[in-house]
């Protein structure tokens, strides 16, 4: 006899639970955007964004005769609206390879092994798109931002690194009043740290073994610490090309989150002072309900996110000045 409630809810269903656990777990290894901009929970796909700026710091007179009333701080969103963007990408399975693993558990791991490329292919995309707007200078205040040129680039043995990074903290500082704990740069930039002659005589008398973040983090003062920019992406020619490039990013994000996937842990709070922000919507990502389709024979099952980058930490003109982009550091 069938089950009318259990065929109605799948009728209903939108979305498989089976793969949307399996896209909300998946872990973006090498990705640098859950760490730049962790991930907001919204229950709606736009409203108001809430940004910061200097004036949470002001000193306020709260002194208080008996019987007058009590000062009263009201909570303000920014006047900047978010609108999340959505991403989706169908995972595909062969009827023949479907035949072929019918047998037990199989099954699974084949959706799963569909499910995953897929969810390769959104966070590949979603990590250019992250990239490219913290890359692009004309965010930033104008203080904010610089390209390195002659004695300053880190390839000079003759640079200062540490001088340089102290300066552009004192410029985050005088934007927003805090001092940036974390740094994101690319591979090449990394290696041209760690070959450093600076960098060598700092560590020579405390390590013997390789050099690793840490190291760079602890150098720059950095607690949250740091990030190597790893994804590469195919250029106008067809060959691989450092995603990143040769930049260094330095900014301030909540000490307690440093996402390690595409859907960290712990969710962030959006009242809470930083750089950048993932607005995402709740319980997304999510994978859809397995089909057939006749003309093809193959499974498809949908991958969908809904999610928009904000760059929250506004400076004195409303520009980002909750952090310091450096370009061409090599």
């Given at each position: 006899m069938t089950n009318v409630n259990a065929a109605t809810q799948a009728s209903l269903r939108v979305n498989d639970p089976i793969i949307t656990q399996i896209v909300q777990g998946y872990v973006q290894a090498d990705g640098i955007a859950p760490f730049i901009a962790p991930v907001v929970p919204v229950s709606t796909r736009s409203g108001k964004v809430?940004?910061?700026g200097k004036e949470q710091f002001a000193v306020l007179n709260l002194s208080r005769a008996p019987g007058t009333n009590i000062q009263r701080l009201g909570?303000?969103?920014?006047?900047?609206?978010?609108?999340?963007?959505?991403?989706?990408?169908?995972?595909?399975?062969?009827?023949?390879?479907y035949q072929e693993?019918?047998?037990?558990?199989?099954?699974?791991?084949?959706?799963?092994?569909?499910?995953?490329?897929?969810?390769?292919?959104?966070?590949q995309s979603w990590e250019n798109r992250v990239v490219s707007a913290i890359t692009d200078a004309t965010a930033y205040e104008t203080t904010n931002t610089a390209a390195l040129v002659g004695t300053n680039k880190f390839s000079d043995p003759?640079?200062?690194?540490?001088?340089?990074?102290?300066?552009?903290?004192?410029?985050?500082?005088?934007?927003?009043?805090?001092?940036a704990n974390s740094a994101v740069m690319g591979p090449k930039v990394f290696n041209a740290l760690r070959r450093h002659p600076l960098f060598r005589d700092r560590i020579k008398y405390t390590s013997s073994g390789s050099v690793n973040l840490?190291?760079?983090?602890?150098?720059?003062d950095l607690?949250?610490?740091?990030?190597?920019?790893?994804r590469v992406k195919l250029g106008a020619n067809q060959e691989l090309v450092d995603m990143f490039g040769n930049d260094f990013l330095l900014f301030y994000s909540p000490e307690g989150d440093v996402g390690t996937g595409f859907r960290p842990l712990g969710y962030s709070d959006a009242a809470t002072p930083a750089f950048a922000y993932t607005y995402a919507l709740a319980q997304y990502p999510i994978g859809g309900v397995e089909r057939f389709d006749d003309d093809r024979r193959v499974y498809v099952s949908d991958?969908?996110?809904?999610?928009?980058?904000?760059?929250?930490?506004?400076?004195?003109?409303?520009?980002?000045?909750?952090?310091?982009?450096?370009?061409?550091?090599?």
């Open positions: 809430i940004t910061f909570t303000e969103f920014g006047t900047r609206s978010y609108f999340l963007e959505q991403d989706a990408i169908g995972a595909e399975v062969a009827e023949e390879q693993a019918m047998n037990g558990a199989a099954r699974l791991d084949i959706r799963k092994f569909a499910v995953t490329r897929a969810m390769v292919a959104a966070t003759d640079s200062d690194p540490e001088q340089l990074v102290q300066d552009w903290q004192e410029a985050i500082r005088a934007q927003v009043g805090v001092y840490e190291m760079i983090a602890a150098w720059f607690p949250r610490g740091v990030r190597v920019a790893k991958v969908i996110t809904e999610q928009s980058l904000q760059m929250v930490g506004q400076g004195t003109t409303g520009k980002v000045g909750a952090a310091y982009l450096a370009k061409n550091c090599i």
